[in-house]
């Protein structure tokens, strides 16, 4: 257990206080928050530790939230309605990943983009099973209190934001962390050593994908009314991107901090700045990338850590 | 006859498709670069038009010769000033930092213009011509035409003028093109401030047939996506074919199986292209 | 070590404080003891704007006309109107999040629905956990009521309300109809209104040879279009919203498509719409939820139709359509409804609107037991030289329909 590591684990504790600080407004701002560390945890696994510039995020995310969505309409209980949305699509990513991740750099990356693309349509147009451009319902748990239902989806985004940073920390000391490693510094060095990079690889987005997907269906839960538009929304794929190249890319506590740090300045931003907010995104962006391309956690990069690892 | 119509529909398309990507493929194939704010230079060319139309009461013929120049210095600046510094860091950043431009772009245009979709509607209207039961609209006919003319201009001033042979050098090989001699960093500027110029006068020509409005840049930049991955990118041919095969795809798969389906065809299209052949119908180094 | 975890703390909380503290700051001075508050959450940027600015439009002349004649009365002491407004985006993730903050933050009294349907039907779920009264101004299609919420009122009318006079007028002045062709946008809205006119023209006895969506952004309907003209249907219909009917309508006439019936939804109802399209709007029918020609005598704070027609022009130099309308009603139902139960209590104030029958500007308004109002007969119109020109309900009808779209 490395430094870095434990203080993710201590970060991520400090966020289970939340609910001593403030009401349901503020559950509200640390359940997204939450969620977008479990979209950039998991982008880092193939962007990251691969160097696999993924953007395929919103569509695993939209493909869980509708998979659990289905699946509570079908009378099946949250908690099994959510992790069978994670197996699908750790298995579809997995599969996907095999064809998809022969491609490198920008091929890769546009592919990953018309992912999400092509799961829009095709739930926009299977209308019967999803709803189609109507959106989806989810039935209200009946009677219970506004905090107490804030507390609990913030709970469950909070644990899955746990595990997904207990698993993420397990790949990155593990064997497999070590392949992927190396096949982000040259991958045809690591096949010729005998590493089985399609394996690592499909692995990887597997992995990428299938926290992201009980993401979304704890999030279609919570919010009960899903359409295709709102939840394939590239913004989740992007978002996550830019907060890991906050935080530092490859780090799991960079992006963590990143994630909240960008979400802190979104909320900022929106409030005083209704008119001009995505501009003001992009301008935050470009000063990101020009000035502080190795994230935030390079800015510690000294005596006390390890230099931040590169794309 | 519907295949008849569909097949012209298709034709004409493609020749707009084709101008809309072709910018779009020059920085790609040159500099390495997606430009994923090739989208709102194309909705800004239209506002230009529209605006030029509106309130000087000038022919947006005139807009084109008013956006090249505009467009392309907007461009040569972007990249000499802020591209430059990230030419060579990995793909993300660079398309991260163009997403980051756009969002400033297409914001400002929203804030200015507000998102309200302009039409330009000439006047008199130019009506439709009719061969043989297959209709086209003058209008398309025209905007296809001056795409067509657009993009043999820019085939020509590739093979034939100083500076077109050394953007063509530069994408062949990028450091024999420095032992030749070439200013390698000003031939990056030139060429995104061409792919900005292109897709300026696309816009301008968009604006004769397509509705203006912030919200369609993102429309545009998946077309010019598509019709780069399908036709090869970094040449004027590979543009064409991969317009045409796009609007040939949309406009068949449309009448077989719907309109619902046709995007998600063409971004399936393209993955397939990309698992199979990723240089496209008529990828090969070399811009020509 | 020490210092990790320290900077590790700070880096998380500081950000989620700033957010809280932010919230604090701008949550404004709590309940001023004369003033009631309504939060309006609008799609004031993004793609949806120039509805909200109708919505805004209309919120604003009723909360005007509530303020000059003194306020809302209850229990003899006058309460000022005042309307919050907040911006989510045109993003329905984000109009939940607005309402939520609308009720913590700003404690409004009561809650103006967001645009449309998908977005109302969203941000209800939050209006009913928190026990809010909320009135939605433009939700028409039934889905938005099917939760089994109590909280939540609608001034649309059912889609099929639209579609079935519809149907009924074609039939009796153009027998001759006997196909019709389809076209929806993807979307809550459009797509549930094409779903109805399919019910529709088939309980009447009309073909349907066409029926497809269209992705949301397109911009090229030609293939579509000339699949549609190859069939020659005698009526064709068209959904989706007035940039995309403006679209189609352009692209039809470049096909050189006739048609003895071309319906639009919901685009034909705007000036906008009329202005835009020039000659080729001519004899396009449609119907909406109402029309500024429609005379009611009303028992709310606008009274007759006509003065809310002269009231509206005077303060914004232009006739209000149905956007505008059913905004300024949701405002003048809560004042109704408020001045009835006596006191500013939700649970109150929402039962007085769930019993309400009572004819205003807008016409009888009556809600059902899902909240929607079913008391409404919506108008059938037909633009006819440039103006709309009403065929259905009786009572206003303004004309004959007419035959033939070029």
Redesign the interface.
């Known amino acids: 257990m490395t430094?870095v590591n434990l203080?993710?684990l201590?970060?991520i504790a400090?966020?289970a206080s939340?609910p001593l600080?403030?009401?349901?407004?503020?559950l509200?701002?640390?359940t997204?928050?939450c969620m977008y560390a479990i979209l950039a945890l998991s982008w880092n696994v193939v962007g990251g530790f691969a160097g696999y510039p993924s953007f395929a995020t919103a569509a695993f995310f939209g493909f869980g939230a509708y998979a659990t969505a289905i699946l509570l309409d079908k009378g099946v209980p949250l908690s099994v309605a959510v992790i069978g949305s994670l197996v699908i699509c750790f298995l579809l990513a997995a599969t996907l990943g095999i064809v998809l991740l022969r491609l490198r750099g920008h091929y890769f990356a546009i592919a990953s983009l018309s992912l999400v693309e092509v799961f829009r349509?095709l739930v926009?147009?299977a209308?019967d099973l999803t709803g189609?451009?109507?959106?989806l319902?989810i039935?209200?748990a009946s009677g219970s209190g506004?905090l107490a239902?804030a507390t609990f989806f913030f709970y469950a985004m909070w644990g899955l934001l746990l595990t997904t940073a207990v698993v993420v920390m397990i790949v990155s000391g593990s064997k497999l962390g070590f392949g992927l490693n190396c096949i982000r510094q040259n991958e045809t060095a690591s096949n010729m050593v005998g590493l089985n990079s399609t394996l690592y690889k499909s692995v990887a987005f597997g992995l990428s994908a299938c926290f992201v997907g009980a993401a979304g269906g704890i999030y279609a839960a919570w919010?009960?009314?899903i359409?295709p538009?709102?939840v394939f929304?590239i913004l989740y794929s992007v978002k996550p991107i830019v907060m890991a190249l906050m935080g530092g890319l490859g780090s799991p506590?960079g992006v963590v901090?990143g994630a909240?740090?960008y979400?802190?300045?979104e909320?900022?931003v929106w409030?005083n700045y209704?008119?001009i907010?995505s501009g003001v995104l992009g301008l935050l962006i470009i000063m990101l990338l020009l000035f502080l391309p190795h994230g935030l956690i390079s800015l510690?990069a000294g005596m006390?850590w390890r230099k931040a690892k590169h794309v | 006859m519907?295949a008849a119509?569909?097949l012209i529909?298709a034709l004409v398309?493609g020749c707009l498709y084709a101008c809309i990507a072709i910018g779009f493929s020059l920085v790609w194939g040159v500099l390495n670069v997606i430009n994923l704010i090739h989208g709102s230079f194309i909705v800004l060319g239209a506002y230009l038009a529209f605006g030029v139309y509106q309130w000087l009461g000038v022919s947006p013929w005139y807009a084109l010769a008013i956006a090249a120049p505009l467009f392309f210095a907007f461009g040569y600046l972007l990249q000499r000033l802020l591209l430059n510094r990230v030419i060579s860091a990995p793909v993300l950043v660079t398309l991260t930092l163009t997403f980051g431009l756009d969002l400033i772009l297409n914001n400002a245009m929203?804030y200015y213009f507000?998102?309200?979709?302009r039409?330009l509607?000439l006047s008199p209207p130019t009506g439709?011509i009719?061969l043989f039961d297959v209709?086209v609209?003058v209008?398309?006919l025209i905007a296809t035409v001056s795409a067509l003319a657009l993009t043999g201009l820019l085939y020509l001033l590739l093979r034939r003028s100083k500076v077109g042979r050394a953007i063509v050098a530069v994408r062949l090989d990028r450091d024999a093109a420095v032992l030749m001699g070439v200013d390698v960093k000003s031939i990056y500027a030139i060429a995104f401030g061409l792919g900005a110029a292109l897709a300026g006068c696309a816009g301008v020509l968009m604006a004769l047939i397509?509705?203006i409005?912030p919200?369609?840049s993102?429309?545009y930049l998946g077309k010019a996506f598509v019709v780069c991955v399908l036709g090869g990118l970094g040449s004027v041919s590979g543009a064409l074919a991969g317009g045409l095969l796009l609007a040939l795809v949309?406009?068949i798969g449309?009448?077989l199986i719907?309109?619902?389906h046709?995007?998600t065809l063409s971004f399936v299209l393209l993955i397939i292209f990309l698992v199979v052949r990723p240089q496209g119908l008529l990828g090969r180094k070399g811009f020509e | 070590?020490v210092?990790?975890?320290l900077?590790?703390?700070a880096?998380?909380?500081?950000?989620?404080?700033?957010?809280?503290a932010?919230?604090g700051i701008?949550a404004s001075a709590a309940s001023a003891d004369d003033v009631i508050r309504f939060g309006a959450p609008l799609p004031?940027?993004?793609?949806l704007?120039?509805e909200a600015v109708k919505q805004q439009q209309g919120y604003d002349l009723w909360a005007e006309q509530a303020n000059k004649a003194g306020g809302i009365a209850i229990g003899g002491k006058k309460y000022k109107v005042e309307i919050v407004y907040a911006?989510y985006?045109s993003?329905?993730?984000r109009a939940?999040?607005t309402t939520?903050?609308m009720i913590?933050?700003d404690n409004v009294n009561f809650l103006f629905g967001a645009f449309g349907s998908?977005a109302a039907?969203?941000a209800s779920?939050i209006s009913?956990?928190?026990k809010v009264p909320t009135l939605a101004a433009t939700a028409s299609?039934s889905?938005v009521y099917?939760?089994g919420y109590k909280y939540l009122f609608g001034t649309f009318t059912p889609n099929d309300t639209l579609t079935t006079p519809l149907t009924r007028i074609i039939k009796a002045k153009a027998p001759d109809v006997k196909q019709i062709a389809i076209l929806a946008?993807?979307?809550?809205f459009?797509?549930?209104i094409a779903q109805e006119m399919e019910k529709s023209a088939k309980a009447n006895g009309i073909e349907v040879t066409y029926f497809?969506?269209?992705?949301?952004?397109?911009?090229?309907?030609?293939?579509?279009l000339?699949?549609i003209?190859?069939l020659a249907p005698q009526w064709i219909f068209v959904t989706g919203y007035?940039?995309d009917l403006?679209?189609i309508r352009?692209?039809m006439?470049?096909?050189?498509m006739k048609a003895a019936v071309v319906t639009m939804i919901a685009g034909p109802a705007y000036q906008e719409f009329i202005d835009?399209a020039?000659q080729s709007a001519e004899n396009i029918s449609s119907a909406a939820w109402w029309h500024p020609a429609e005379q009611y005598a009303g028992k709310d704070i606008f009274g007759q139709t006509s003065n809310f027609v002269k009231l509206f022009r005077a303060k914004y130099n232009s006739d209000p359509d149905y956007g505008q309308a059913s905004a300024a009603l949701c405002g003048a139902l809560f004042q109704l409804a408020i001045e009835r139960a006596g006191s500013l209590d939700r649970d109150k104030v929402r039962d007085e609107l769930a019993k309400m029958d009572v004819v205003t500007f807008f016409g009888p308004v009556k809600f059902g037991a899902n909240g929607q109002i079913n008391s409404l007969e919506p108008p059938v119109f037909q633009i006819q030289n440039a103006k709309p020109v009403v065929l259905f309900p009786d009572a206003i009808k303004q004309g004959e329909f007419k035959l033939g779209v070029n």
């Open positions: 430094r203080a993710l201590v970060l400090c966020v939340l600080f403030g009401g349901a407004y503020a509200r701002i640390g997204i928050a349509e926009n147009n209308t189609g451009g109507m959106g319902n039935p209200l506004i239902d919010v009960h009314y359409d538009s709102d929304d506590l901090c909240f740090l979400l802190g300045l909320e900022v409030r209704i008119q907010h510690r006390f | 519907l119509q569909v529909n398309l929203i507000k998102a309200d979709y039409k509607t439709s009719s209709v609209p209008d398309r397509f509705p409005s919200l369609t993102s429309v949309e406009g449309s009448t719907g309109p619902a046709a995007t | 070590m210092q990790s975890r900077a590790s703390f880096r998380v909380s500081i950000p989620l404080l700033l957010a809280v932010g919230g701008c004031i940027t993004g793609p704007a120039p911006d985006q993003n329905t993730p939940v999040q939520e903050q913590t933050q998908g039907k969203a779920t009913e956990k928190y299609s889905q099917d939760q946008r993807n979307d809550l459009p797509l549930a497809e969506k269209y992705a949301i952004n397109t911009l090229d309907h030609s293939a579509s000339s699949q003209k190859s007035i940039n403006l679209l352009k692209q006439v470049d096909q050189q835009a020039g």
